[in-house]
């Protein structure tokens, strides 16, 4: 038997005036996504953008339904909507955020395990690291790949 590791390595920044002009831009798009959430259930809204390898920037945020199941979150909102419209541009970046009662929240919110799995499919599929971007007003934590918020990714298929 052999004991083993798995080390996780992010950066954590205060406030988004620290972060390098092209994420502060990604995550001032997050944040002006919660704009779209419509989250009547939860009262949660989650913004997120997705940078694509053009340069362009695509947002999507929360959208909740009666059948609760049939809501989706802003990651996978915004990451469906990237690679259907723009299918040949890989995803390289994404920024998170979450506010409640019209502030964002002090912590970084952290992407559900749906959310993960389909960055990592994403990732694969554009050939290049995705960075992630979680956003909190208090703190901000960038990773530099989706490999390190999903360790060992599923995608032997
Ligand atoms: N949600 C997101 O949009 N992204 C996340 O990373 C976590 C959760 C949404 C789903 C639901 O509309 C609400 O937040 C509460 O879970």
Do not use: H
Not at 34 to 59: C, H, M, Q, W
Not at 69 to 78: F, H, I, Q, V, Y
Not at 133 to 145: H, T
């Amino acid at each position: 038997m052999t004991s083993k590791e798995i080390k996780i390595a992010y950066l954590e920044y205060e406030s988004i005036d620290q972060l390098d002009p092209a994420d502060k831009e990604l995550a001032e798009a997050a944040i002006k996504a919660t704009e779209g959430s419509y989250a009547p259930y939860s009262k949660f809204n989650v913004g997120a953008a997705v940078r694509l390898d053009n340069g362009l920037i695509i947002k999507g945020s929360n959208q909740e339904n009666a059948a609760y199941p049939s809501g989706t979150c802003a990651e996978r909102t915004a990451m469906f909507y990237a690679a259907a419209t723009y299918p040949d541009n890989a995803i390289t970046g994404i920024a998170v955020v979450a506010s409640q009662n019209g502030q964002i929240c002090e912590n970084p919110a952290t992407p559900c395990g749906a959310c993960r799995q389909v960055m990592a499919q994403y990732q694969t599929k554009g050939g290049r690291p995705m960075s992630i971007l979680l956003v909190g007003s208090g703190r901000i934590w960038k990773f530099s790949k989706v490999d390190d918020i999903l360790p060992l990714i599923f995608d032997s298929i």
